[in-house]
């Protein structure tokens, strides 16, 4: 297959990082080891137990000397990826499996480490939450490396082979180690055959500003090397050897874009203000310590969303008070954000933890999860909230308090957080007495009573991802409802329209953080609808930002008010793209398809 030379050739993968990159193929073969299976004889028990364990040592030397060797400091922000692995070689439990395998099965040591390995990642495979599968690659990226050297196997660095100026590293798949070796000065762009956005590679291609499309299928049997390839990062699109008259236009769309980003970097650092003076703060919704760079860059004045979960998804024990005041110190000390908006615990639903038990639901979304198994594990939820408060001696931090649905919810939560403080303030640890305290709007029960809780708290954050399915009933990962998905469905207006004027009549503040706050589409609505914080994925915020700037607030509240009279969400969604279209001809034509 490889003799044959494409012209030409589309694929179509997943755009996970913006931009257009045009260059040499620069393939990275690396075929998966063979593990050898085979039983030992006790007396052969001890050996194989040392080669398992010298094999840590090995990779665990690897991995440091990857991490010194990092040239680019920009890379180098996100080596925390490499002591995230380096952890996991050092994690006793994983140690302790693998041995006990050895000794109990009498296994070689390839074949002890592939059935721990094993079923440990069936665990990861069930998750549906994306971003925690992905995490079960990180533990074949550890499992891979540790193989290799126990098969005594040279692993082929990223740059061992030479290239010609810039290349595109073309890879079955791409390690967080391999990743961090990323020389920006040789490399334009990503392409792989697996992957998905939430994959370490994705997030770091995303930090680097590198254009990256995965989930290709099988582009390293389709290149050679030095074959040409285009990667269109927004669309997912791969051209493999481009005719000249291909090349041309994608070079006029890179020069675009390029000029584009320069000017979304620009528009980042500027006001969200309306022409008449309406100000609105823009805010980031992070899950990782490492966004943060994106954030700064992108002009996020503060974080409206942490979503914590990721810090319980990416360990095997439960992460202690130490463990969490350490991540939200770094946040709290970060001056390029005016605040960071921690959300407690929002696991169980479609997201789970090895660490924590969660029993079977049949129907997790309403189940037993947030700031419900908070509560009623209430250690787990005293070792996060203790390790904000410590956290917030060092800087502006917010508790924000998920999936709440009823008062009972919100007195119990600040009760744990006061007992919190209680105990911190006996033990001479310093903390915010002031913090403040608020709790996502996001289910319709909550939305009815605003007006009652709006006296129990600092602010709201409406959380519309979950807010819309549970005023629809749609099933937000169901994609055979995800039409009905209307975020200008006019029971999502009212809800928010309340939520906003109970909470304004009670003097406290309302953000909104779901997917729809990034939408430029729906600023107007959201201006109009007097909202004090829009927090969303960084990357949306130079649009919203423009569109804010170009909009007069009068005309804003008109328009909610036409919108609000109208029964249709489609005839709503129409009438505000075509408003759009006439305000905006450049941002919005495409769009609307009209
Ligand atoms: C939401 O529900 O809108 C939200 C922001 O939270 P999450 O997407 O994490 O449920
Ligand atoms: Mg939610």
Same mark, same amino acid.
């Given at each position: 297959m490889k003799e044959e030379t494409f012209v030409n050739k589309v694929l179509q993968g997943k755009g996970v990082s913006s931009g257009i990159a045009i260059g040499k193929v620069y393939l990275l073969e690396r075929g998966r080891i063979h593990v050898e299976k085979y039983s030992v004889r006790e007396d052969q028990i001890e050996r194989e137990v040392a080669k398992f364990q010298n094999a840590i040592k090995s990779a665990v030397k690897e991995m440091s000397s990857i991490k010194d060797a990092i040239l680019d400091d920009d890379v180098r922000r996100h080596a925390f990826i490499i002591d995230a692995h380096m952890l996991m070689l050092q994690d006793q439990y994983f140690l302790k499996e693998v041995v006990d395998t050895i000794k109990a099965k009498k296994a070689n040591a390839e074949w002890a480490l592939d059935i721990v390995v094993s079923k440990f990642s069936s665990s990861f495979e069930k998750v549906e939450d994306p971003y925690l599968r992905e995490r079960g690659r990180d533990l074949d990226y550890v499992y891979q490396r540790l193989l290799r050297i126990m098969v005594n196997k040279e692993a082929p660095g990223i740059y061992d082979k030479s290239v010609r100026g810039k290349g595109i590293i073309v890879a079955h798949d791409l390690s967080p180690a391999d990743t961090i070796q990323i020389n920006l000065d040789r490399t334009s762009g990503f392409v792989t055959d697996v992957g998905g956005r939430t994959s370490h590679t994705s997030i770091v291609a995303r930090a680097l500003e590198i254009p990256a499309v995965v989930g290709l299928g099988n582009i390293t049997a389709i290149v050679k090397d030095n074959d040409t390839v285009i990667i269109d990062g927004d669309e997912g699109k791969v051209i493999v050897n481009p005719t000249r008259d291909v090349q041309k236009e994608y070079l006029v769309r890179q020069t675009r874009l390029n000029a584009q980003r320069k000017e979304f970097l620009r528009l980042g650092k500027?006001? !969200?203000?309306?022409? @008449? &003076?309406f100000k609105v703060r823009v805010a980031a919704n992070i899950e990782l310590l490492a966004e943060m760079d994106i954030v700064e860059r992108y002009g996020a004045? &503060?974080? &409206?969303? #942490? +979503?914590?979960e990721y810090i319980y998804l990416s360990s095997k024990t439960l992460p202690t008070e130490m463990d969490h005041y350490h991540i939200y110190r770094k946040l709290a000390e970060n +001056? !390029?954000?005016?605040y960071t908006t921690i959300r407690t615990l929002d696991i169980g639903g479609d997201k789970f933890a090895s660490s924590i038990e969660v029993a079977k639901e049949i129907n997790p979304a309403m189940g037993l999860r947030a700031i419900r198994l908070c509560i009623k594990e209430i250690e787990l939820f005293k070792a996060q909230l203790r390790g904000i408060l410590r956290a917030s001696a060092h800087g502006p931090l917010k508790i924000l308090f998920p999936m709440i649905s009823g008062m009972e919810e919100v007195k119990k939560a600040k009760a744990v957080l006061r007992e919190c403080m209680a105990e911190l303030e006996q033990e001479r640890v310093p903390f915010d007495e002031h913090i403040r305290i608020g709790i996502m709007v996001e289910v319709p029960s909550t939305c009815m009573i605003t007006d009652l809780l709006a006296g129990e708290v600092d602010f709201f954050s409406i959380g519309t991802n979950d807010l819309i399915q549970y005023a629809l009933a749609i @099933? +937000?990962?169901?994609? /055979?409802?995800? #039409?009905? /998905?209307?975020?200008?469905?006019p029971a999502v207006l009212r809800m928010i329209k309340k939520t906003v004027e109970d909470a304004h009549a009670h003097n406290i503040e309302v953000a909104i953080c779901g997917e729809m706050a990034g939408e430029p589409l729906y600023v107007p609505i959201l201006l109009g609808l007097e909202l004090d914080e829009l927090s969303m994925n960084a990357y949306s915020i130079p649009r919203v930002k423009k569109i804010i700037r170009g909009l007069r607030h009068s005309y804003c509240k008109s328009l909610v008010t036409e919108i609000l009279a109208k029964d249709s969400p489609k005839e709503s969604e129409l009438l505000v793209r075509k408003e759009m279209v006439r305000l905006f001809p450049d941002d919005f034509e495409h769009i609307a398809g009209e």
């Amino acid at each position: 297959m490889k003799e044959e030379t494409f012209v030409n050739k589309v694929l179509q993968g997943k755009g996970v990082s913006s931009g257009i990159a045009i260059g040499k193929v620069y393939l990275l073969e690396r075929g998966r080891i063979h593990v050898e299976k085979y039983s030992v004889r006790e007396d052969q028990i001890e050996r194989e137990v040392a080669k398992f364990q010298n094999a840590i040592k090995s990779a665990v030397k690897e991995m440091s000397s990857i991490k010194d060797a990092i040239l680019d400091d920009d890379v180098r922000r996100h080596a925390f990826i490499i002591d995230a692995h380096m952890l996991m070689l050092q994690d006793q439990y994983f140690l302790k499996e693998v041995v006990d395998t050895i000794k109990a099965k009498k296994a070689n040591a390839e074949w002890a480490l592939d059935i721990v390995v094993s079923k440990f990642s069936s665990s990861f495979e069930k998750v549906e939450d994306p971003y925690l599968r992905e995490r079960g690659r990180d533990l074949d990226y550890v499992y891979q490396r540790l193989l290799r050297i126990m098969v005594n196997k040279e692993a082929p660095g990223i740059y061992d082979k030479s290239v010609r100026g810039k290349g595109i590293i073309v890879a079955h798949d791409l390690s967080p180690a391999d990743t961090i070796q990323i020389n920006l000065d040789r490399t334009s762009g990503f392409v792989t055959d697996v992957g998905g956005r939430t994959s370490h590679t994705s997030i770091v291609a995303r930090a680097l500003e590198i254009p990256a499309v995965v989930g290709l299928g099988n582009i390293t049997a389709i290149v050679k090397d030095n074959d040409t390839v285009i990667i269109d990062g927004d669309e997912g699109k791969v051209i493999v050897n481009p005719t000249r008259d291909v090349q041309k236009e994608y070079l006029v769309r890179q020069t675009r874009l390029n000029a584009q980003r320069k000017e979304f970097l620009r528009l980042g650092k500027l006001k !969200a203000e309306t022409q @008449d &003076g309406f100000k609105v703060r823009v805010a980031a919704n992070i899950e990782l310590l490492a966004e943060m760079d994106i954030v700064e860059r992108y002009g996020a004045e &503060g974080v &409206g969303l #942490y +979503r914590t979960e990721y810090i319980y998804l990416s360990s095997k024990t439960l992460p202690t008070e130490m463990d969490h005041y350490h991540i939200y110190r770094k946040l709290a000390e970060n +001056r !390029a954000v005016k605040y960071t908006t921690i959300r407690t615990l929002d696991i169980g639903g479609d997201k789970f933890a090895s660490s924590i038990e969660v029993a079977k639901e049949i129907n997790p979304a309403m189940g037993l999860r947030a700031i419900r198994l908070c509560i009623k594990e209430i250690e787990l939820f005293k070792a996060q909230l203790r390790g904000i408060l410590r956290a917030s001696a060092h800087g502006p931090l917010k508790i924000l308090f998920p999936m709440i649905s009823g008062m009972e919810e919100v007195k119990k939560a600040k009760a744990v957080l006061r007992e919190c403080m209680a105990e911190l303030e006996q033990e001479r640890v310093p903390f915010d007495e002031h913090i403040r305290i608020g709790i996502m709007v996001e289910v319709p029960s909550t939305c009815m009573i605003t007006d009652l809780l709006a006296g129990e708290v600092d602010f709201f954050s409406i959380g519309t991802n979950d807010l819309i399915q549970y005023a629809l009933a749609i @099933d +937000r990962v169901n994609e /055979y409802v995800s #039409y009905l /998905y209307e975020p200008l469905h006019p029971a999502v207006l009212r809800m928010i329209k309340k939520t906003v004027e109970d909470a304004h009549a009670h003097n406290i503040e309302v953000a909104i953080c779901g997917e729809m706050a990034g939408e430029p589409l729906y600023v107007p609505i959201l201006l109009g609808l007097e909202l004090d914080e829009l927090s969303m994925n960084a990357y949306s915020i130079p649009r919203v930002k423009k569109i804010i700037r170009g909009l007069r607030h009068s005309y804003c509240k008109s328009l909610v008010t036409e919108i609000l009279a109208k029964d249709s969400p489609k005839e709503s969604e129409l009438l505000v793209r075509k408003e759009m279209v006439r305000l905006f001809p450049d941002d919005f034509e495409h769009i609307a398809g009209e």
